[in-house]
Protein backbone atom coordinates (compact mmCIF):
# COMPACT_ATOMS: atom_id res chain seq x y z
CA UNK A 1 0.00 0.00 0.00
CA UNK A 2 1.45 3.14 -1.43
CA UNK A 3 0.79 5.32 2.07
CA UNK A 4 2.82 8.53 1.02
CA UNK A 5 0.23 9.28 -1.43
CA UNK A 6 -2.79 9.15 0.55
CA UNK A 7 -1.47 11.30 2.60
CA UNK A 8 -4.15 14.47 3.25
CA UNK A 9 -2.10 17.43 4.35
CA UNK A 10 -3.79 19.71 6.51
CA UNK A 11 -2.46 22.89 6.69
CA UNK A 12 -4.26 25.79 8.74
CA UNK A 13 -2.47 28.57 7.24
CA UNK A 14 -3.66 27.53 3.92
CA UNK A 15 -6.11 29.33 3.52
CA UNK A 16 -7.90 29.12 0.49
CA UNK A 17 -11.65 30.53 0.22
CA UNK A 18 -13.70 28.24 3.31
CA UNK A 19 -16.26 28.78 0.91
CA UNK A 20 -14.88 26.99 -1.96
CA UNK A 21 -13.16 24.81 0.34
CA UNK A 22 -16.39 23.41 2.00
CA UNK A 23 -17.49 22.55 -1.36
CA UNK A 24 -15.06 20.04 -2.19
CA UNK A 25 -15.59 18.74 1.48
CA UNK A 26 -19.10 18.44 1.45
CA UNK A 27 -18.50 16.70 -1.60
CA UNK A 28 -15.61 14.15 -0.05
CA UNK A 29 -18.34 13.97 2.32
CA UNK A 30 -21.44 12.61 0.47
CA UNK A 31 -21.48 9.53 2.45
CA UNK A 32 -21.90 11.33 5.23
CA UNK A 33 -24.75 13.19 3.73
CA UNK A 34 -26.57 9.98 2.52
CA UNK A 35 -26.16 8.09 5.86
CA UNK A 36 -28.40 11.36 7.81
CA UNK A 37 -30.59 11.49 5.06
CA UNK A 38 -30.68 7.65 5.98
CA UNK A 39 -31.48 8.13 9.79
CA UNK A 40 -33.74 10.99 9.05
CA UNK A 41 -35.91 9.05 7.08
CA UNK A 42 -35.35 5.86 9.19
CA UNK A 43 -35.96 7.19 12.93
CA UNK A 44 -38.87 9.31 11.35
CA UNK A 45 -41.31 6.48 10.09
CA UNK A 46 -39.60 3.69 11.90
CA UNK A 47 -41.77 3.39 14.95
CA UNK A 48 -45.00 4.11 13.07
CA UNK A 49 -47.39 2.22 11.69
CA UNK A 50 -48.30 3.55 8.62
CA UNK A 51 -44.60 4.48 8.13
CA UNK A 52 -43.90 6.41 5.21
CA UNK A 53 -47.23 6.77 4.01
CA UNK A 54 -47.76 9.68 6.88
CA UNK A 55 -45.33 11.85 4.30
CA UNK A 56 -48.70 11.45 2.32
CA UNK A 57 -51.40 12.01 4.79
CA UNK A 58 -50.05 15.13 6.50
CA UNK A 59 -50.85 17.21 3.84
CA UNK A 60 -53.97 15.39 2.63
CA UNK A 61 -55.06 15.82 6.24
CA UNK A 62 -54.88 19.62 6.32
CA UNK A 63 -55.95 19.82 2.60
CA UNK A 64 -59.02 18.28 3.73
CA UNK A 65 -59.44 19.98 7.02
CA UNK A 66 -58.54 23.46 4.64
CA UNK A 67 -61.35 22.82 1.75
CA UNK A 68 -63.94 22.01 4.42
CA UNK A 69 -63.57 25.30 6.41
CA UNK A 70 -62.99 27.80 2.97
CA UNK A 71 -65.87 26.04 1.18
CA UNK A 72 -68.23 25.47 4.06
CA UNK A 73 -67.42 28.47 6.05
CA UNK A 74 -66.00 31.18 3.70
CA UNK A 75 -67.82 30.04 0.96
CA UNK A 76 -64.77 30.81 -1.13
CA UNK A 77 -66.00 27.81 -3.82
CA UNK A 78 -62.45 28.41 -6.23
CA UNK A 79 -63.05 25.28 -8.63
CA UNK A 80 -60.32 22.61 -7.41
CA UNK A 81 -59.50 24.55 -4.67
CA UNK A 82 -58.49 20.66 -2.91
CA UNK A 83 -55.63 20.77 -5.67
CA UNK A 84 -54.56 24.09 -5.45
CA UNK A 85 -54.40 24.34 -1.72
CA UNK A 86 -52.54 20.98 -1.10
CA UNK A 87 -49.72 21.69 -4.12
CA UNK A 88 -49.67 25.12 -1.91
CA UNK A 89 -48.78 23.14 1.71
CA UNK A 90 -46.80 20.40 -0.30
CA UNK A 91 -44.18 23.30 -1.53
CA UNK A 92 -44.78 25.11 1.90
CA UNK A 93 -43.92 22.56 4.16
CA UNK A 94 -41.11 21.59 2.35
CA UNK A 95 -39.64 24.77 3.04
CA UNK A 96 -40.68 24.72 6.76
CA UNK A 97 -39.59 21.36 7.35
CA UNK A 98 -36.12 21.77 5.63
CA UNK A 99 -35.14 25.39 7.32
CA UNK A 100 -36.19 23.96 10.51
CA UNK A 101 -34.31 20.72 10.35
CA UNK A 102 -31.19 22.46 9.36
CA UNK A 103 -31.30 24.53 12.58
CA UNK A 104 -31.93 21.99 15.31
CA UNK A 105 -29.51 19.30 13.45
CA UNK A 106 -26.58 21.79 13.37
CA UNK A 107 -27.50 22.83 17.37
CA UNK A 108 -28.19 18.72 17.93
CA UNK A 109 -24.74 17.94 16.16
CA UNK A 110 -22.99 21.05 18.35
CA UNK A 111 -21.42 17.75 20.60
CA UNK A 112 -20.15 15.97 17.43
CA UNK A 113 -18.70 19.55 16.33
CA UNK A 114 -16.45 19.65 19.33
CA UNK A 115 -14.69 16.21 19.17
CA UNK A 116 -14.65 15.36 15.42
CA UNK A 117 -14.15 17.29 12.13
CA UNK A 118 -16.71 17.09 9.47
CA UNK A 119 -18.18 19.64 7.18
CA UNK A 120 -20.27 21.91 8.83
CA UNK A 121 -22.42 22.11 6.01
CA UNK A 122 -23.69 18.47 6.02
CA UNK A 123 -26.36 19.24 8.92
CA UNK A 124 -28.26 21.57 6.63
CA UNK A 125 -27.42 19.78 3.04
CA UNK A 126 -28.99 16.87 4.52
CA UNK A 127 -31.71 18.34 5.71
CA UNK A 128 -32.01 19.63 2.54
CA UNK A 129 -32.18 16.09 0.98
CA UNK A 130 -34.52 14.73 3.85
CA UNK A 131 -37.20 17.39 2.47
CA UNK A 132 -36.62 16.52 -1.00
CA UNK A 133 -37.06 13.21 -0.76
CA UNK A 134 -40.38 13.81 1.61
CA UNK A 135 -41.37 16.40 -1.25
CA UNK A 136 -41.48 14.11 -4.14
CA UNK A 137 -42.90 11.68 -1.96
CA UNK A 138 -45.58 14.42 -1.06
CA UNK A 139 -46.74 14.51 -4.91
CA UNK A 140 -48.28 11.32 -5.48
CA UNK A 141 -51.01 12.32 -3.02
CA UNK A 142 -51.06 15.62 -5.30
CA UNK A 143 -51.79 13.93 -8.17
CA UNK A 144 -53.99 11.44 -6.86
CA UNK A 145 -56.05 14.75 -5.38
CA UNK A 146 -55.59 16.08 -8.77
CA UNK A 147 -56.76 13.24 -10.52
CA UNK A 148 -60.13 12.75 -8.39
CA UNK A 149 -61.24 16.27 -8.36
CA UNK A 150 -60.81 16.53 -11.81
CA UNK A 151 -58.33 19.36 -11.94
CA UNK A 152 -55.89 18.33 -15.82
CA UNK A 153 -52.78 17.06 -15.19
CA UNK A 154 -50.77 17.80 -18.36
CA UNK A 155 -47.11 17.26 -19.43
CA UNK A 156 -45.90 20.43 -17.57
CA UNK A 157 -46.19 18.17 -14.85
CA UNK A 158 -42.95 16.90 -15.90
CA UNK A 159 -41.34 20.35 -15.52
CA UNK A 160 -41.30 20.09 -11.81
CA UNK A 161 -37.94 19.40 -11.09
CA UNK A 162 -37.04 22.93 -11.94
CA UNK A 163 -38.70 24.79 -8.88
CA UNK A 164 -37.74 22.19 -6.93
CA UNK A 165 -34.63 22.91 -6.92
CA UNK A 166 -35.52 26.54 -6.84
CA UNK A 167 -37.02 25.81 -3.58
CA UNK A 168 -33.80 23.23 -2.30
CA UNK A 169 -31.68 26.07 -3.03
CA UNK A 170 -33.89 29.06 -1.10
CA UNK A 171 -34.52 26.58 1.50
CA UNK A 172 -30.54 25.65 2.05
CA UNK A 173 -29.41 29.33 2.18
CA UNK A 174 -31.88 30.09 4.58
CA UNK A 175 -31.47 27.38 6.64
CA UNK A 176 -27.49 27.70 6.66
CA UNK A 177 -28.18 31.71 7.46
CA UNK A 178 -30.70 31.41 10.39
CA UNK A 179 -28.66 28.29 11.65
CA UNK A 180 -25.12 30.59 11.71
CA UNK A 181 -27.19 32.64 14.20
CA UNK A 182 -29.07 30.23 16.02
CA UNK A 183 -25.14 28.85 16.81
CA UNK A 184 -24.99 31.96 18.73
CA UNK A 185 -28.34 32.33 20.67
CA UNK A 186 -30.93 29.29 21.38
CA UNK A 187 -33.92 31.04 21.55
CA UNK A 188 -33.54 32.03 17.44
CA UNK A 189 -35.15 28.52 16.72
CA UNK A 190 -38.20 29.74 18.75
CA UNK A 191 -38.61 33.20 17.25
CA UNK A 192 -38.05 31.54 14.06
CA UNK A 193 -41.40 28.84 14.56
CA UNK A 194 -43.33 32.80 15.34
CA UNK A 195 -41.89 34.00 12.02
CA UNK A 196 -42.92 30.70 9.54
CA UNK A 197 -46.55 30.90 10.97
CA UNK A 198 -46.87 34.91 9.79
CA UNK A 199 -45.08 34.12 6.84
CA UNK A 200 -47.19 31.17 5.62
CA UNK A 201 -49.98 33.61 5.75
CA UNK A 202 -48.10 36.11 4.00
CA UNK A 203 -47.63 33.78 1.15
CA UNK A 204 -50.70 32.77 -1.14
CA UNK A 205 -50.71 29.12 0.17
CA UNK A 206 -53.97 28.38 1.56
CA UNK A 207 -55.42 31.26 -0.15
CA UNK A 208 -55.11 32.68 -4.13
CA UNK A 209 -53.40 35.96 -4.06
CA UNK A 210 -55.83 36.96 -6.55
CA UNK A 211 -58.05 37.67 -3.47
CA UNK A 212 -56.04 40.35 -1.40
CA UNK A 213 -57.20 44.06 -1.61
CA UNK A 214 -54.89 45.87 -4.07
CA UNK A 215 -52.40 47.40 -1.93
CA UNK A 216 -51.56 44.41 -0.30
CA UNK A 217 -51.48 42.27 -2.88
CA UNK A 218 -48.61 44.34 -4.87
CA UNK A 219 -46.54 44.64 -1.73
CA UNK A 220 -46.23 40.62 -0.79
CA UNK A 221 -45.80 39.77 -4.65
CA UNK A 222 -42.76 42.43 -4.24
CA UNK A 223 -41.38 41.66 -1.17
CA UNK A 224 -42.26 38.16 -0.33
CA UNK A 225 -39.71 35.80 -2.01
CA UNK A 226 -41.74 32.89 -1.66
CA UNK A 227 -44.40 33.92 -3.69
CA UNK A 228 -42.55 33.92 -6.88
CA UNK A 229 -41.29 30.32 -5.64
CA UNK A 230 -44.89 28.97 -4.85
CA UNK A 231 -46.10 30.43 -8.14
CA UNK A 232 -43.45 28.67 -9.84
CA UNK A 233 -44.01 25.58 -8.16
CA UNK A 234 -47.85 25.55 -8.71
CA UNK A 235 -47.57 27.01 -12.57
CA UNK A 236 -45.99 23.79 -14.15
CA UNK A 237 -48.78 20.90 -11.59
CA UNK A 238 -51.68 22.85 -10.51
CA UNK A 239 -52.44 24.91 -13.86
CA UNK A 240 -51.00 22.92 -16.46
CA UNK A 241 -49.15 26.07 -17.92
CA UNK A 242 -45.83 26.49 -19.02
CA UNK A 243 -44.45 29.23 -15.84
CA UNK A 244 -44.13 32.74 -17.19
CA UNK A 245 -40.43 32.67 -17.91
CA UNK A 246 -39.86 36.27 -16.15
CA UNK A 247 -41.16 34.49 -12.69
CA UNK A 248 -39.06 32.01 -13.27
CA UNK A 249 -35.84 33.77 -13.50
CA UNK A 250 -36.78 35.57 -10.62
CA UNK A 251 -37.60 32.93 -8.37
CA UNK A 252 -34.11 31.54 -9.44
CA UNK A 253 -31.98 34.66 -9.19
CA UNK A 254 -33.68 34.76 -5.32
CA UNK A 255 -33.06 31.29 -4.79
CA UNK A 256 -29.41 31.69 -6.20
CA UNK A 257 -28.60 34.92 -4.17
CA UNK A 258 -30.03 33.54 -1.37
CA UNK A 259 -27.49 30.24 -1.42
CA UNK A 260 -24.60 32.25 -2.27
CA UNK A 261 -25.00 34.07 0.76
CA UNK A 262 -26.11 31.73 3.41
CA UNK A 263 -23.04 29.46 2.55
CA UNK A 264 -20.86 32.79 2.69
CA UNK A 265 -22.29 33.81 5.77
CA UNK A 266 -22.18 30.08 7.25
CA UNK A 267 -19.01 28.90 6.25
CA UNK A 268 -17.34 32.13 7.00
CA UNK A 269 -18.74 31.58 10.34
CA UNK A 270 -17.92 27.74 10.42
CA UNK A 271 -14.76 28.09 12.09
CA UNK A 272 -15.52 29.78 15.13
CA UNK A 273 -18.86 27.26 16.09
CA UNK A 274 -16.30 24.99 17.95
CA UNK A 275 -15.86 27.64 20.05
CA UNK A 276 -19.40 28.55 20.40
CA UNK A 277 -21.22 25.63 20.59
CA UNK B 1 3.69 -4.18 35.07
CA UNK B 2 3.22 -6.54 32.14
CA UNK B 3 2.24 -3.53 30.71
CA UNK B 4 5.60 -1.88 30.91
CA UNK B 5 7.01 -4.23 29.11
CA UNK B 6 4.31 -4.18 26.36
CA UNK B 7 4.88 -0.57 25.39
CA UNK B 8 8.58 -0.24 26.16
CA UNK B 9 10.54 0.92 23.48
CA UNK B 10 14.15 0.28 22.69
CA UNK B 11 16.16 3.23 21.18
CA UNK B 12 16.92 1.22 17.71
CA UNK B 13 13.24 1.24 17.38
CA UNK B 14 13.02 5.09 17.64
CA UNK B 15 16.17 5.67 15.33
CA UNK B 16 14.49 3.42 12.34
CA UNK B 17 11.44 5.20 12.44
CA UNK B 18 11.63 7.50 9.03
CA UNK B 19 11.93 11.15 10.77
CA UNK B 20 8.89 12.40 8.85
CA UNK B 21 7.03 15.15 10.72
CA UNK B 22 3.19 14.37 10.58
CA UNK B 23 2.53 17.31 13.66
CA UNK B 24 3.87 20.60 13.22
CA UNK B 25 2.82 23.34 15.50
CA UNK B 26 4.03 26.94 14.92
CA UNK B 27 3.89 29.71 17.59
CA UNK B 28 -0.06 28.38 17.77
CA UNK B 29 -2.69 30.17 20.09
CA UNK B 30 -6.16 29.62 20.79
CA UNK B 31 -8.25 32.31 22.29
CA UNK B 32 -11.90 31.94 23.24
CA UNK B 33 -13.61 34.70 23.76
CA UNK B 34 -15.92 34.78 27.41
CA UNK B 35 -18.29 36.93 27.94
CA UNK B 36 -18.33 38.23 31.57
CA UNK B 37 -21.41 36.71 31.57
CA UNK B 38 -23.25 34.35 29.68
CA UNK B 39 -25.76 35.51 27.14
CA UNK B 40 -27.32 32.43 25.45
CA UNK B 41 -30.67 33.93 24.04
CA UNK B 42 -31.10 36.87 21.15
CA UNK B 43 -33.52 38.83 23.68
CA UNK B 44 -30.86 39.10 26.21
CA UNK B 45 -28.46 39.93 23.67
CA UNK B 46 -30.61 42.71 22.62
CA UNK B 47 -31.32 44.00 26.19
CA UNK B 48 -27.39 44.30 27.11
CA UNK B 49 -26.74 45.79 23.61
CA UNK B 50 -29.28 48.77 24.44
CA UNK B 51 -27.91 49.06 27.82
CA UNK B 52 -24.39 49.13 26.15
CA UNK B 53 -23.39 46.41 28.58
CA UNK B 54 -22.10 43.63 26.41
CA UNK B 55 -18.48 42.87 28.04
CA UNK B 56 -15.92 40.36 26.91
CA UNK B 57 -12.93 38.85 28.03
CA UNK B 58 -10.01 37.46 26.18
CA UNK B 59 -9.02 33.86 27.50
CA UNK B 60 -5.93 32.42 26.21
CA UNK B 61 -6.38 28.57 26.00
CA UNK B 62 -3.04 28.28 24.54
CA UNK B 63 -0.32 30.48 23.50
CA UNK B 64 2.61 30.51 21.61
CA UNK B 65 3.18 26.33 21.24
CA UNK B 66 5.44 25.24 18.89
CA UNK B 67 6.14 21.70 18.62
CA UNK B 68 6.81 18.70 15.95
CA UNK B 69 6.24 15.69 16.31
CA UNK B 70 7.85 12.78 13.77
CA UNK B 71 5.52 10.37 12.10
CA UNK B 72 5.34 6.45 14.52
CA UNK B 73 6.13 8.64 17.41
CA UNK B 74 3.92 8.17 20.76
CA UNK B 75 3.74 11.37 22.74
CA UNK B 76 2.20 11.93 26.19
CA UNK B 77 0.68 15.48 26.94
CA UNK B 78 0.64 16.07 30.36
CA UNK B 79 -0.39 18.97 32.48
CA UNK B 80 -3.19 20.06 35.14
CA UNK B 81 -6.79 20.59 34.44
CA UNK B 82 -7.47 23.27 31.94
CA UNK B 83 -4.15 23.86 31.23
CA UNK B 84 -4.83 23.34 27.61
CA UNK B 85 -4.14 19.90 26.70
CA UNK B 86 -7.53 18.70 24.94
CA UNK B 87 -7.46 21.77 23.05
CA UNK B 88 -4.27 21.00 21.76
CA UNK B 89 -5.64 18.08 20.92
CA UNK B 90 -9.02 19.71 18.97
CA UNK B 91 -6.52 21.86 16.89
CA UNK B 92 -4.62 18.43 15.51
CA UNK B 93 -8.13 17.02 14.77
CA UNK B 94 -9.29 20.02 12.94
CA UNK B 95 -12.04 20.84 15.80
CA UNK B 96 -10.84 24.05 16.08
CA UNK B 97 -8.88 26.53 13.56
CA UNK B 98 -5.96 28.60 15.44
CA UNK B 99 -6.80 31.84 16.71
CA UNK B 100 -2.83 33.02 15.90
CA UNK B 101 -0.05 30.69 14.48
CA UNK B 102 -0.05 27.84 12.37
CA UNK B 103 -0.99 24.12 12.72
CA UNK B 104 0.47 21.41 9.65
CA UNK B 105 -0.97 17.82 10.17
CA UNK B 106 0.08 15.04 7.71
CA UNK B 107 -2.09 11.93 7.20
CA UNK B 108 -6.14 10.89 8.45
CA UNK B 109 -6.61 11.70 12.11
CA UNK B 110 -8.98 9.53 14.46
CA UNK B 111 -10.34 10.97 17.43
CA UNK B 112 -10.37 8.17 19.90
CA UNK B 113 -13.96 9.90 20.87
CA UNK B 114 -16.79 9.00 23.88
CA UNK B 115 -17.29 5.59 22.41
CA UNK B 116 -21.16 5.63 20.67
CA UNK B 117 -21.01 9.62 20.59
CA UNK B 118 -23.08 9.57 17.07
CA UNK B 119 -25.13 6.19 17.43
CA UNK B 120 -28.97 6.44 17.67
CA UNK B 121 -31.17 4.77 19.66
CA UNK B 122 -33.76 4.45 16.96
CA UNK B 123 -31.53 2.60 14.55
CA UNK B 124 -30.00 -1.15 14.53
CA UNK B 125 -26.15 -1.74 15.33
CA UNK B 126 -26.13 -2.40 11.92
CA UNK B 127 -26.79 0.75 11.00
CA UNK B 128 -25.35 2.76 13.15
CA UNK B 129 -22.13 1.66 12.34
CA UNK B 130 -22.15 2.63 9.03
CA UNK B 131 -23.60 5.97 9.96
CA UNK B 132 -20.75 5.95 12.60
CA UNK B 133 -18.21 5.40 9.94
CA UNK B 134 -19.37 7.95 7.47
CA UNK B 135 -19.17 10.70 10.38
CA UNK B 136 -15.35 9.62 10.82
CA UNK B 137 -15.37 10.20 7.05
CA UNK B 138 -15.33 6.97 5.41
CA UNK B 139 -17.27 5.53 2.05
CA UNK B 140 -19.66 2.91 2.20
CA UNK B 141 -17.23 0.61 0.06
CA UNK B 142 -14.68 1.24 2.97
CA UNK B 143 -17.20 0.68 5.75
CA UNK B 144 -18.63 -2.67 3.73
CA UNK B 145 -14.96 -3.81 3.78
CA UNK B 146 -14.86 -3.13 7.58
CA UNK B 147 -18.38 -3.95 9.02
CA UNK B 148 -17.70 -7.76 9.36
CA UNK B 149 -14.58 -7.09 11.26
CA UNK B 150 -16.13 -4.69 13.27
CA UNK B 151 -19.23 -6.59 14.58
CA UNK B 152 -16.36 -10.11 14.93
CA UNK B 153 -14.43 -7.68 17.12
CA UNK B 154 -17.53 -6.28 18.62
CA UNK B 155 -19.06 -10.12 18.97
CA UNK B 156 -22.56 -8.65 18.44
CA UNK B 157 -23.92 -10.45 15.47
CA UNK B 158 -26.88 -11.44 17.46
CA UNK B 159 -27.87 -8.25 18.22
CA UNK B 160 -26.39 -6.16 15.29
CA UNK B 161 -30.61 -5.61 13.32
CA UNK B 162 -31.78 -4.93 16.58
CA UNK B 163 -32.58 -1.13 17.39
CA UNK B 164 -29.59 -0.02 19.97
CA UNK B 165 -32.35 0.74 22.40
CA UNK B 166 -32.29 -2.38 23.36
CA UNK B 167 -28.91 -2.61 24.09
CA UNK B 168 -27.01 -2.87 27.25
CA UNK B 169 -24.74 0.10 27.82
CA UNK B 170 -21.74 -2.30 27.81
CA UNK B 171 -22.81 -3.88 24.13
CA UNK B 172 -23.30 -0.41 23.28
CA UNK B 173 -19.79 0.77 24.32
CA UNK B 174 -18.34 -2.19 22.89
CA UNK B 175 -19.83 -1.76 19.25
CA UNK B 176 -18.86 1.81 19.77
CA UNK B 177 -15.33 0.66 20.31
CA UNK B 178 -15.14 -1.39 18.00
CA UNK B 179 -15.86 0.91 15.05
CA UNK B 180 -13.81 3.69 16.49
CA UNK B 181 -10.73 1.53 16.65
CA UNK B 182 -11.31 -0.14 13.42
CA UNK B 183 -10.09 3.54 11.57
CA UNK B 184 -6.47 2.85 10.89
CA UNK B 185 -5.53 6.06 11.33
CA UNK B 186 -2.09 7.69 10.80
CA UNK B 187 -3.06 10.05 14.02
CA UNK B 188 -4.39 8.63 16.81
CA UNK B 189 -5.84 10.89 19.31
CA UNK B 190 -6.61 9.65 23.58
CA UNK B 191 -7.66 11.84 25.52
CA UNK B 192 -8.09 9.95 28.56
CA UNK B 193 -10.87 7.86 27.45
CA UNK B 194 -8.95 4.50 28.60
CA UNK B 195 -9.51 5.60 32.37
CA UNK B 196 -13.48 4.82 31.90
CA UNK B 197 -14.78 1.22 31.15
CA UNK B 198 -13.57 -2.04 32.81
CA UNK B 199 -10.45 -3.97 33.38
CA UNK B 200 -10.98 -6.14 30.36
CA UNK B 201 -12.47 -3.34 28.77
CA UNK B 202 -9.05 -1.23 29.36
CA UNK B 203 -6.85 -4.45 28.69
CA UNK B 204 -8.46 -4.55 25.21
CA UNK B 205 -8.18 -0.90 24.62
CA UNK B 206 -4.34 -1.27 25.42
CA UNK B 207 -3.68 -3.82 23.17
CA UNK B 208 -5.52 -1.73 20.45
CA UNK B 209 -3.62 1.13 21.23
CA UNK B 210 -0.21 -1.19 20.96
CA UNK B 211 -1.75 -2.30 16.88
CA UNK B 212 -1.79 1.05 16.20
CA UNK B 213 1.65 1.95 17.41
CA UNK B 214 3.24 -0.99 15.68
CA UNK B 215 1.57 -0.50 12.90
CA UNK B 216 3.24 3.26 12.66
CA UNK B 217 0.86 5.14 13.58
CA UNK B 218 1.64 8.42 15.41
CA UNK B 219 -0.47 8.58 18.66
CA UNK B 220 -0.95 11.75 20.81
CA UNK B 221 -1.90 10.65 23.83
CA UNK B 222 -3.49 12.64 27.26
CA UNK B 223 -3.36 11.33 30.60
CA UNK B 224 -2.72 12.00 33.79
CA UNK B 225 -1.26 8.95 34.67
CA UNK B 226 2.31 9.25 34.90
CA UNK B 227 2.97 5.46 35.05
CA UNK B 228 1.23 4.94 31.86
CA UNK B 229 2.85 7.95 29.82
CA UNK B 230 6.17 6.67 31.66
CA UNK B 231 5.39 3.19 30.06
CA UNK B 232 4.17 3.84 26.56
CA UNK B 233 5.72 7.24 24.80
CA UNK B 234 8.73 8.62 24.24
CA UNK B 235 8.65 11.88 24.61
CA UNK B 236 6.11 14.17 27.04
CA UNK B 237 5.21 17.47 26.48
CA UNK B 238 4.04 19.65 29.42
CA UNK B 239 1.43 22.13 28.91
CA UNK B 240 1.06 24.92 31.61
CA UNK B 241 -1.60 27.58 31.55
CA UNK B 242 -1.86 27.25 28.21
CA UNK B 243 1.95 27.38 27.25
CA UNK B 244 4.64 24.38 26.60
CA UNK B 245 6.43 24.19 30.00
CA UNK B 246 9.06 21.82 28.81
CA UNK B 247 9.23 18.37 26.26
CA UNK B 248 11.51 16.12 25.88
CA UNK B 249 12.60 12.92 27.01
CA UNK B 250 9.22 11.45 28.84
CA UNK B 251 10.96 10.69 32.39
CA UNK B 252 12.84 13.90 32.19
CA UNK B 253 9.81 16.10 32.00
CA UNK B 254 7.37 13.94 34.15
CA UNK B 255 10.22 14.45 36.94
CA UNK B 256 10.17 17.85 36.09
CA UNK B 257 6.54 17.97 36.19
CA UNK B 258 6.09 15.88 39.57
CA UNK B 259 8.80 18.59 41.39
CA UNK B 260 6.77 21.85 40.23
CA UNK B 261 3.13 19.49 41.61
CA UNK B 262 4.62 18.88 45.26
CA UNK B 263 6.25 22.53 45.74
Redesign the interface.
Known amino acids: MN?AD????????QQRSTALEEIRAIF??R??V???I??DL??RY??SVLGVAWTMLNPLGTMIILTIVFSRVFGANKEGYAAYVLSGLVAWNFFAQTTNAAIVHLVWGG????????PRTAFAVSATGTGLVNLVLSLVPLLLVMLVTGVPIRPTVFLIPVPMLFLAMFALGLGLLIST?AI?????AE?YQIVLTAWMYLSPVIYSYEILPEPYRSWIMRLNPMYYLLTSFRAPVYSGQVPDWSEVLIAGGISFVTLLVGWLVFTGKA?EF??RV | MNLHTAFSVSEEEIKDQPQQIAIRLEGVGVC??VASERI????E?AIRLLQGKIMHRDFWALRSVSLTISTGEMIGIIGQNGAGKSTML??V??????TE?????????A?L??FG??F?P??TGR?NV??NG???????EE?EEKFTRIVDFAELWDFIDV?MRNYSSGMWARLGFAVATDVEP?ILLVDEVLSVGDESFQRKSFARMQEFRDRGATILFVSHSMDMIEAMCHRAAWINHGSLEAIGNADEVIQEYRRSQTS
Not at chain 2, 93 to 98: D, E
Open positions: KQFSVYDSAQYYLVQFRRLTKRSLLRRIYMVYFADIMDAY | YRATFKYKLARVLRPGRVVVRGKVPLEAGHDLEFLALLGFTRMPD
